[in-house]
Structure formats: structure tokens, C-alpha cells
């Protein structure tokens, strides 16, 4: 047009306002698409297990740190799996501590509003720790009332990439602290373990009183005497009548 190489702005898909993406075609990258899209993966979410992907049952659901469900036998035996073979996952879960147990129903709702959070459209919590653990409340309800109406931790369900990096830079310095401590703690009880043997005074045995000692000596006089009358020596067979009187003190048999 110019003389430039450039391109005659005649055909439809050069001209302005029109489009022939696929965004424009498909609505793909629209706002309303993308919605959906977040509704639609907060269901799938909320029934279906993370791990192996089947449908979760009632009273057998867990929740990870970043808002993601399990069934609780699939993510033990992953655990386990993983303790065994010294494998590492990138997932939050550390142990079985770093789970909470949601308080799951195909009619789940909020327990604050009754509005029903199982078709995904509205974006939740559960409820990590306090009286109402497991139970879910919607994000709706906590900006409108103030976090303090929960009485324990929030855990949001699917959380984004920006939230989840947050928390798990959350989660990595509370377990590194967690370490440290336990390793402090181990090496003041194995100082104080050492200071305290060199401390301990070692057991000097009492002498004996003089009652324990008369005690003694009477009931080793009692047993010889005892044991003269079984004796089988010759010596034995020659005491006399008077001699084995004295030791017997007389008594009859």
C-alpha cells in the first residue's frame, strides 16, 4: 500500500473490531468462559478425589492446605507408598496432621448461610480447626461478617497459584521451625543427659544395723542348727542324746 511490502487492510480479518482467533471463536479467554471454567473445576474439586480421580464418598473425605479433597484411604496408602520407597510427591501434605476431616455430603452447604457449595459456583472455605472443623463457609459470608466469626483456621477450596505459593511458603517455615526445635530440644537432652551422669553420686551401701545385724546372726545359728539334725556325717552320728537336746531346745517332733 505504501510500497513498503506491507499489507492491503481490505480483507475482513485485517480490519478493526473483528477477530478470527480462537478465542473469538470459541469464547475461549473471555471472561464468561473463564468463569465457568473456575466453576466447573471448584465441582470437580469438591467430589472427585485428587489422587485417583473416582467420586468421593460421605464421611471418607479429606482436605489438603490448599483447599484440595481426598479420599482418606487413597492419600494414607500414598503416604505410605511414599515413606516406603523414599519417593517425594510435590503436593502440602507431609503427614497425616497436614489433613483435615471434611464434614463431606453431596448436599454440602455453608453452615453459616445454608447456601449449597457443591455446584461450585460459589467460592468456600473449610473450616481447618476449632468447633466447626470440616464444616464449610463461603467467602461471601466471611468478608461480610469479618474472619472472627470462625473460630479456627480457613483453608480455601482450590486455591489459585498465587495463593498456593503463599501457603506453602507458610507451611515450609513453620516446618522448618518445627525442626529446629526438635533439634534443639535433642541436643539439651542429650547435654543434660551427660551433665546429669557426671552429677549422679554413685550408690554407697549402708552398713548394717546393730538389729539387722543380731537378726542375721540368729537366723544363721537357727539354720545350722536345723541343718545339723539332717546331717550325714560321722560326726553327726556321734552326738549324744544331751547334745542334740540342746541344740532342738527340746522341742518334739
Known sequence: MGGDGGVIAVNR?????????????????????????TVE???ECMTTCKLTGVQLKEGEVKCDPLGRFYDSSAVVEELLRLR??????????????DLTTVSWSP????YLTGSSVMTGSIPCYVVGSGPQSGSCITVQAVKEMGEEIVEGKLIKVMA????????????????????????KKKKKREKDGGAEEERKPKKIK???????????DATKGMSANVASMF?????SKKQNANELFAQTGGRRF
Open 231 to 235: 546331717h550325714s556325717s560321722e560326726d
Open 84 to 97: 516406603q520407597t523414599g519417593e517425594t510427591r510435590d503436593w502440602p501434605i507431609a503427614s497425616l496432621s
Open 160 to 183: 489459585d497459584e498465587e495463593e498456593s505459593k503463599v501457603i506453602m511458603d507458610k507451611l515450609e517455615e513453620e516446618r522448618r521451625a518445627k525442626r529446629e526445635k526438635k533439634e
Open 13 to 37: 480479518k485485517y480490519m478493526r473490531g473483528t477477530s478470527t482467533s480462537l478465542e473469538a471463536k470459541t469464547g475461549r479467554g473471555s471472561a464468561s468462559h473463564k468463569v465457568k471454567s
Open 107 to 110: 448436599t454440602m452447604s455453608c
Open 206 to 216: 549402708a552398713a548394717p544395723t546393730q538389729a539387722q545385724a543380731a537378726k542375721k
Open 41 to 43: 473445576e471448584r465441582k
